[in-house]
């Protein structure tokens, strides 16, 4: 199956800074790439729909001024969380939609975000 | 996209089937059932879809009811790193939703 990467996979940071999360996807090209956070013990919640040179789509009580996302690529989308906070801490999980494949989506490992 | 109800939990011994059941009574003619699991501190990883006919992969096995008002995924065999939780979803053309899922939890 297509292949989703994620960097960093843990990341730890402090108050105030701001953190990059990257998501690629390896072996297809990704027209649509989607975020999702996920708290502890809580199911998946998408923050935001991405596609290829245009501006993210962000769902209801997601600041797109806090969580700047860019799709430069049909390969590549990042997640910038600005001026963390400890409520920010969270498994961050990116997936990938096939150009060819348009409802599959493919995940990526995840990143635990970690603000101190 | 319709919503789904599914078990917070399951128990199955390892090496027997896993039958795991969804409803979806409001499931409309172009959804699809997708299944997806997630083991602990890893992304959802893909498992079946299926539209109105049964499918069977290398993974599991998804039987549609005739009404499609509700599914079963079954792990026909499984072993302890089955242990995930399950979650059935209904999509159209839309992203995909995720519910709470159904915890299982194969043993010895």
């Known amino acids: 199956g297509a292949v989703v990467s994620q960097h960093p996979s843990r990341v730890i940071c402090k108050s105030g800074t701001s953190v990059k999360i990257e998501c690629r996807s390896l072996d297809f090209q990704a027209t649509t790439m989607f975020w999702y956070r996920q708290f502890p013990k809580q199911s998946l919640m998408l923050m935001a729909t991405s596609n290829e040179g245009s501006k993210a789509t962000y769902e209801q009580g997601v600041e797109k001024d806090k969580f700047l996302i860019n799709h430069a690529s049909l390969t590549l989308s990042t997640l910038t969380v600005t001026s963390a906070h400890p409520e920010d801490s969270s498994f961050y999980i990116c997936?990938?939609?096939?150009?060819?494949?348009?409802?599959?989506?493919?995940f990526g490992p995840g990143t635990r975000l970690t603000v101190t | 996209d319709a919503k789904t109800t599914q078990p917070t939990s399951m128990d199955c011994a390892e090496g027997r089937a896993a039958n795991l059941p969804c409803n979806h009574s409001t499931i409309s003619g172009n959804e699809y059932v997708y299944w997806y699991r997630q083991i602990h501190s890893q992304g959802p990883q893909y498992i079946i879809h299926?539209?109105?006919n049964n499918e069977t992969n290398e993974m599991a096995s998804l039987i549609i009811t005739e009404d499609r008002k509700s599914s079963t995924l079954i792990l026909p065999h499984a072993t302890l790193r089955d242990t995930a939780v399950y979650y059935c979803i209904v999509r159209g053309y839309s992203t995909l939703t995720f519910g709470k899922g159904t915890m299982l939890l194969v043993s010895p």
């Open positions: 997936s990938a939609g096939a150009v060819a494949e348009t409802y599959e989506q493919y």
């Open positions: 299926g539209l109105k």
